[in-house]
């Protein structure tokens, strides 16, 4: 079973507010990866790293931001949350070795009243 | 963009049967097509993966099968019980970059009825 967790799991706040959700992996994977997903929708990539202090904006445009100072670590931050931003974030990490597998958080669930 | 597309959107069978799950694609640069199960609240994991240069792959109860030419493949799952109740999503990579980014299906929900 994979070693990857996400805090919080279920997150309600107010428009405006800043906001930053949690990933962080035990494997020591390089690869991690942000993905928002809409409830019985696809999975869209809206950030990946590839290692420590890179950073790069994945195909679904987000007003978030992202930072990799450590290894284990893949926070997403939302400066202004707004009821659009309203969605499943799932966090994710692959190895070097095996790069096509990845393994995902359970998510953090996150309404934007 | 929609570059794999994945049909149908939900299934619903009996307990032993073998629900199919087919995706298509048209970018011919994908070389690795996964299958991910997620369960309510969960993550999705990865349940089975085949390269174009094989026609199926079985593992367990979960073969796929695929079809280079046609630019599809699909998910069979023998024998299904009502614990394979969850939404199945296909998802293909292009072997370019260093990240190596998955481009996901829709997801199909399925319901195994006891």
């Known amino acids: 079973e994979a070693d990857i967790y996400q805090t919080p799991r279920y997150l309600v706040i107010g428009t405006g507010k800043k906001i930053t959700l949690e990933c962080s992996q035990t494997?020591?994977?390089?690869?991690m990866y942000w993905y928002q997903q809409d409830p019985g929708m696809e999975l869209h990539l809206i950030h990946y790293?590839?290692?420590?202090?890179?950073?790069e904006k994945g195909d679904l445009s987000s007003e978030s931001t992202v930072s990799r100072i450590r290894t284990e670590h893949f926070p997403l931050t939302l400066e202004s949350a707004r009821p659009s931003h309203t969605s499943q974030y799932l966090c994710?990490?692959?190895?070097?070795?095996?790069?096509?597998?990845?393994?995902f958080g359970p998510g953090t669930r996150l309404l934007v009243l | 963009q929609q570059q794999v597309k994945q049909s149908p959107q939900s299934l619903i069978v009996q307990k032993g049967g073998i629900p199919i799950i087919n995706c298509a694609y048209e970018?011919?640069?994908?070389?690795?097509f996964p299958w991910y199960q997620q369960f309510p609240g969960k993550g999705p994991a990865l349940l089975i993966a085949i390269r174009p240069d094989v026609s199926e792959k079985k593992e367990g109860r979960f073969t796929i099968s695929f079809n280079k030419s046609a630019k599809q493949f699909s998910l069979h799952i023998m024998d299904s019980q009502p614990g394979d109740s969850a939404t199945y999503f296909c998802?293909?990579?292009?072997?370019?970059?260093?990240?190596?980014?998955?481009?996901f299906g829709s997801g199909t929900q399925l319901t195994v009825l006891p």
């Open positions: 790293s590839y290692g420590v202090n890179s950073t």
């Open positions: 970018n011919t640069a994908f070389d690795y």
């Open positions: 998802a293909a990579r292009v072997n370019s970059g260093s990240a190596r980014q998955l481009t």
């Open positions: 494997m020591g994977h390089d690869k």
């Open positions: 994710a990490s692959s190895d070097r070795a095996r790069q096509e597998t990845q393994y």
